[in-house]
């Protein structure tokens, strides 16, 4: 089976006096191995609602989200993902904040500082293990939210608007950085879903993009991306 598989997924809330607003409308798409697929739209199109339900965070209305072809049922060490604000424990160093992403799995303490020490170097944050999140730059601290997120070795990873917190030329870096690991095979990982509202970042880093319409949510095109040879 393919990695993920959406299916008829429909996600509402419940608006107090307005009623029911439907966020999600029957939602199908897949992610195989190997690829890096990317969920544009414009902002408050449900593209987030989709990836919390992906990354088990929430268990949608309607429809179902399998992993390797089992039911998804609340958040799994498979899969790993990355906030646009970070979401960093500013009382925790840089090192401290990679670790927590091993604390809930029984390692020894020894070799969490091993791996975590470990994802640090992979991801450009060697030097910094001691600082704490408010001495960095946004980069930095995005980088920090992507050395926890690998540190588990998951086998998907979930980016949510992972560089518009960031200004231009810091989200270049970062990306050409990520997309460097990724094409060289040294992070750890099967599969990347990027959500964005950013056409550039979509096609500079993603095989497929899938389309969000608004009002509700759903899938309104599919683009197959083909960059010009260098
Ligand atoms: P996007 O990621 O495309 O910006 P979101 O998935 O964050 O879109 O949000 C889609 C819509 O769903 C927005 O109108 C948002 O306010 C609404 N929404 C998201 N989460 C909730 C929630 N927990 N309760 C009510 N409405 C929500
Ligand atoms: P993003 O910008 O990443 O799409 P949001 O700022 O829309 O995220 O949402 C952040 C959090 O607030 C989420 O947990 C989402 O479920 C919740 N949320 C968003 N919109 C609403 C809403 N209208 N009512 C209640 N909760 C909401």
Redesign the pocket.
Known sequence: PPLVSVQDVC?S???GTSGQ?T??DNINMELRRGEIVG?L????????????AIAGL?QPTKGTVTFEGKLISGTSSDVAVVFQNFALFPWLTVLENVEIGLEARGIKPAERRRQALSAIDLIGLDGYESAYPKELSGGMRQRVGLARALVVHPKLLLM??PFSALDVLTSETLRNDLLDLWSEGRMPIEAILM?T?NIEDAVLMCDHILI?G?NP?HIIGEIHVDLPQP
């Open positions: 996600q809330y419940d608006n607003i966020v999600l969920l739209g414009r902002s408050g199109s449900g593209k987030s609602t989709l990836l919390r929430i949510d608007e959500v509202h969000f608004s949510g």
